[in-house]
């Protein structure tokens, strides 16, 4: 698959890769895609994203949403709203392990495994076979940092979340890369 990639994507991948080491994080995932791709300049993903209202300025706002979502151990606004219905207040439950065990107490342990490069959780390695679904819908041969930004942008989770916060969501995207509706590829 990594054959059909662009030199954009691949860019992003390695990025995304930067992004885990940076952070201590024993695997890749999808946020460090994410990451990687608000990195990105002058690729068709960063004009789809400044043609959304996401320039640099404002990616800071996405990069501040997910160290909070980190912060909460990597649960969604709707995992916290589930809770809450359980009559669970994840705030009073992070603020009360933070200040048991320090800030950041909840974000994922890093795994020791050396130097090597990290290997890529099962939700980035999801990612990045949809992006291939992504791009096949759309009749394109190869695999750009666009396609890994529609497949981000078409899985639940943290990212697309704090992306459709933002104005970024799979339909904005397709209409602004395709001029239509878009293909949404199956998950």
Known sequence: MFERFTKDARAVVEGAVGHAEQAGAGQVEESHVLLALLDREGTRGSFALAALGLTPPRRQAVVRALDEARRRGGLSRADADALAD??????????????????????????????????????????????????????????????????????????????????????????????????????
């Open 86 to 187: 359980l009559g669970i207040d994840l705030s009073a439950v992070i603020s009360r392990i933070e200040g048991t065990h320090g800030e950041g107490a909840l974000a994922p342990a890093a795994k020791s495994g050396g130097w090597g490069r990290r290997p890529f959780n099962r939700g980035a390695k999801a990612l990045l076979s949809q992006s291939l679904r992504t791009a096949v819908a759309h009749h394109d041969r190869h695999i750009g940092d666009e396609h890994l930004l529609l497949a981000l942008t078409a899985r639940p989770g943290t990212p697309a979340e704090v992306l459709a916060d933002h104005g970024v969501t799979y339909d904005s995207l397709a209409k602004v890369l395709y001029g239509g509706g878009g293909t949404q590829a199956a998950g």
